[in-house]
């Protein structure tokens, strides 16, 4: 997908609206049928995100995860997280690693993963949903969606908070925002800048803001509009690269 920061400064206007009438549940479950529906379910894709190598495979609720790249020493390393577990693999050969360090590795496998099938895995048992009051933004009526997770399936990071705004009309997730716990906690606020259709699904870019520590996520889209959000980093996924 193409690097592109919008140059036009976006206005964003956020009104109390009367609570929406379509629960959440179905908020999300239109937004996924936007995205790809059925086609999450059987996909193959590959995808290069910064220095590595993304695979992503899904089969009637098997799914494996891969992540390749070279270290410092020119090692090739393949990260495989799939229903099974996860496992690295050195030059090909499986290595042993302790219980903190494979925890460590499959979350970031996952985490890479997580945000690109997104909305997809709002479906999750774990996922706690509720509406919040609708906004208008950009002159355009969204549906605002919180996320919260049970500590029972919600992953090491259950205690994370998302806030999802969809459009009304279409069901795009134009923006979301969360707030994490580790590594000492923080604030993101995402805008979509991209979409590209690969295997039947919607993917998209994103530019990635910063928001200072304990922020109201609800309070985001005003203070983005405000330009009072620190832009942090791109989050531009580039399909179908050459393998390493």
Request: glycine share 6%; proline share 2%.
């Amino acid at each position: 997908m193409r690097n592109i920061l919008g140059s036009i400064i976006l206005i964003i206007t956020m009104v109390a609206c009367s609570p929406a009438e379509q629960s959440a549940d179905q908020t999300i479950q239109n937004a996924i049928k936007y995205y790809g529906g059925d086609a999450y379910d059987k996909l193959d894709v590959e995808f290069q995100f910064r220095d590595k190598f993304y695979s992503l495979k899904h089969d009637d609720g098997k799914f494996q995860y891969k992540r390749i790249f070279q270290d410092s020493t020119g090692r090739e390393i393949n990260d495989v997280l799939d229903n099974t577990g996860f496992k690295r693999l050195v030059n090909g050969r499986e290595v042993e690693l302790s219980a903190k360090d494979s925890a460590a590795y499959a979350n970031s496998v996952n985490s890479v993963h997580y945000f690109a099938l997104l909305p997809y895995n709002l479906k999750d048992d774990a996922v706690l949903a509720h509406n919040r009051e609708d906004v208008l933004i950009k002159g355009r009526p969204y549906k605002t969606i919180e996320v919260r997770f049970k500590q029972d399936g919600g992953g090491a990071d259950y205690q994370d908070v998302f806030i999802f705004w969809f459009n009304a009309t279409t069901f795009e997730m134009d923006y979301f925002a969360y707030s994490y716990q580790t590594d000492g906690g923080g604030v993101r606020f995402r805008e979509s800048v991209n979409k590209e259709k690969v295997d039947g699904v919607i993917f998209q870019d994103y530019n990635n803001f910063k928001a200072d520590k304990g922020t109201d996520l609800a309070s985001l889209p005003s203070k983005f509009a405000k330009q009072e959000l620190e832009l942090l980093s791109k989050i531009d996924l580039e399909f179908n690269p050459e393998p390493l």
